[in-house]
């Protein structure tokens, strides 16, 4: 929860879908009681990241999270989280993202996931279009409705993440308006060019994927060499996320992190 809090948001909404400065607010003191319970989806777990934020938030009085809606037998759509604040719904969507440039930066476009159908510029419009528009459809008024969500109700967008930037290819200056300009930042390269990130008394950590989230400091996962490293990933087919540490005292901290793909991403999927 403190990563949920502390880092920056990766996407800025428009002004009208910004959420109110209500919601990020913290008992801090409640943090280190929330047990960590990864997924492999990392969506999922940052569900669950946020609804334990709100549970905790002084000025939410109620939560209603995951709410289908349906015309029928066909789901049209669900609501993240409709969340009551001041005597005032609010309508939450929320998104945790990971991507990777692979062009100048000036489009969404540019923004893929290591799996080539997955591109940040269609993630960010279903979200503006489908997501936030389900509100005002017939089945969604009737729904809300019967759950006792009076409106109006406001809405807002919440997206958290990463961009990964290869380290030899210029970005743009002009970046796609919607990237928060303080956004996390990471590297990708490819097997072929690792030497890339070799680095003096630099320690690499191969981390799962439920652990993506997770701070060096947090992650229960053994520091390789350069050549162990290299080692393990030449059994590797797909994407890796690696966090390149240092030793500081007892504790490992985090100099960077990124993926190391196929040498044919993105042309073929990892």
């Known amino acids: 929860m403190e990563w949920l809090i502390d880092t920056p948001d ?20 409640c943090i280190e009681k929330i047990d960590y319970q990864p997924r492999w989806r990392l969506g999922e777990h940052f569900e669950n990241i946020v609804y334990h934020h709100l549970k905790r938030n002084a000025y939410v009085s109620d939560i209603k999270r995951n709410i289908q809606i349906k015309d029928g037998r066909r789901t049209l759509g669900e609501f993240d989280f409709l969340v009551q604040m001041n005597q005032r719904w609010l309508h939450l969507e929320v ?10 930066g000036e489009s969404l476009d540019h923004y893929i996931g290591t799996r080539r159908d997955d591109c940040l510029a269609a993630k960010w419009q279903r979200m503006l279009g489908h997501q936030i528009e389900l509100a005002r459809q017939p089945e ?6 019967e759950l006792g969500v009076t409106q109006p109700m406001d809405s807002a967008l919440w997206v958290k993440g990463w961009l990964f930037y290869h380290p030899l290819r210029p970005l743009t200056a002009h970046q796609a308006c919607a990237i928060n300009p303080s956004h996390l930042r990471g590297w990708w390269i490819t097997h072929s060019e690792l030497v890339l ?11 799962r994927k439920p652990d993506w989230l997770l701070p060096a400091w947090m992650l229960a996962t053994p520091a390789l060499s350069f050549s162990e490293l290299q080692a393990q990933l030449y059994e590797e087919r797909g994407a890796n996320l690696v966090v390149a540490v240092v030793k500081r005292g007892n504790n490992w901290e985090e100099c960077s992190r ?13």
């Open 95 to 104: 998104a945790l993202k990971l991507y990777l440039l692979d062009g100048s």
């Open 140 to 145: 969604a008024l009737l729904t809300l409705a």
């Open 197 to 207: 990130i070799q680095k003096p008394n630099t320690f690499y950590m191969l981390v």
């Open 10 to 29: 990766l996407l800025l909404p428009p002004a009208k879908l910004q959420r109110p400065t209500e919601i990020d607010w913290c008992n801090r003191q």
């Open 258 to 270: 990124g993926f190391v793909v196929a040498d044919s991403w993105p042309q073929e999927d990892n």
